[in-house]
């Protein structure tokens, strides 16, 4: 069974949430990264990873294929039910970076949060039917060892 066919039968979003931040703990734990998880789920990042002494924000989206093949989409915003309906909220001075879960080839995508759309960001893993390639953010820029190796090198 794919990773794909695995989120679909998890259904509710908050159990997609839940399983992505345990493959992005992970992953970063074979890395050899230090993660570290609040103890309450009130804080705007789901964990901290740390690196050579720094620490980062991080908070964990899970990306599902975007309105256009060959790109994934995360959203960029918290949204949280309140009695008077919908409050949205952005990360910026809150977080360092997202960790995206692209589920569709199974990579994990490190968006520094000022490289991030205000609402949503687009990852293109395979060039647009039109051959666009201005203003792209293409995944081999931000796939995990690519700014895991950046973060090191200082």
């Known amino acids: 069974m794919s990773r794909s066919e695995q989120y679909d039968r998890l259904g509710e979003p908050q159990k ?6 345990a493959i992005v703990t992970a992953e970063l734990i074979a890395r050899g990264v230090s993660v570290l998880t609040p103890a309450y789920d009130n804080e705007p990042y789901d964990l901290v990873m740390e690196i050579d002494g720094s620490f980062h924000r ?15 989409e995360f959203r960029t915003r918290s949204v949280r039910t309140k009695s008077e309906g919908y409050e949205r909220e952005g990360y910026d001075g ?3 970076y997202f960790a995206a879960l692209n589920v569709t ?9 000022e490289d991030a759309g205000s609402t949503a960001t687009t990852i ?12 792209v953010n293409w995944h081999t820029e931000y796939r995990l060892d ?9």
């Open 58 to 72: 991080i908070q964990v989206k899970t990306a599902f294929d975007g309105k256009r093949d060959g790109a994934v």
């Open 105 to 113: 080839n199974e990579e994990i995508y490190l968006v520094p949060i």
């Open 146 to 154: 690519t700014v895991l190796d950046r973060l090191r090198s200082g």
């Open 16 to 21: 997609r949430g839940q399983a992505t931040e």
């Open 124 to 135: 293109r893993y395979e060039p647009a039917a039109n051959n666009n390639r201005a203003n």
């Open 94 to 96: 809150e977080i360092d």
